[in-house]
């Protein structure tokens, strides 16, 4: 099957966005495989634009990285800051293979996870 999220889209406008609480944030453009295939196979991979607490100013960083790595580094738990529709439809019941939850979060929880400093960039 063909992924219905085939077609790059730009960094201001990604399929999705996911978060952990230690700064990271990874901003999917791409994906390779359909969620059906990405199932079976422990090398799928998404083209995001990724930034982490290391990242000079909080610029980001953009090419291939396997969907398995963005689940540990949320801590087993993907969590999904923004998505547009289709994604949260395609996904909501394929994450359950990586044994992480599929969660929103709520702008108190995203207060909780961020620094101050990430914090009053997100106001901006």
Not at 2 to 20: H, L, Q, V
Not at 37 to 43: A, S, V
Not at 74 to 89: A, F, N, Q, R, Y
Not at 101 to 117: H, I, Q, W, Y
Request: glycine share 6%; net charge negative; proline share 5%.
């Amino acid at each position: 099957m063909k992924s219905p999220f085939g077609k790059t889209r730009s960094e201001d406008k990604p399929y999705a966005t996911y978060i952990n609480g230690e700064g990271w944030r990874w901003k999917v453009l791409k994906t390779y495989k359909h969620p059906d295939n990405e199932k079976k196979d422990p090398y799928a991979r998404w083209f995001v634009s990724a930034t982490s607490p290391y990242m000079h100013n909080g610029s980001y960083e953009m090419g291939d990285t396997y969907v398995a790595d963005i689940a540990e580094m949320c801590g087993g738990s993907l969590t999904v800051l923004d998505c547009v529709d289709e994604w949260k439809e395609m996904y909501k019941s394929h994450l359950k293979w990586l044994d992480s939850p599929f969660k929103f979060v709520t702008l108190r929880e995203l207060s909780d996870m961020l620094t101050e400093a990430q914090w009053e960039e997100e106001k901006v």
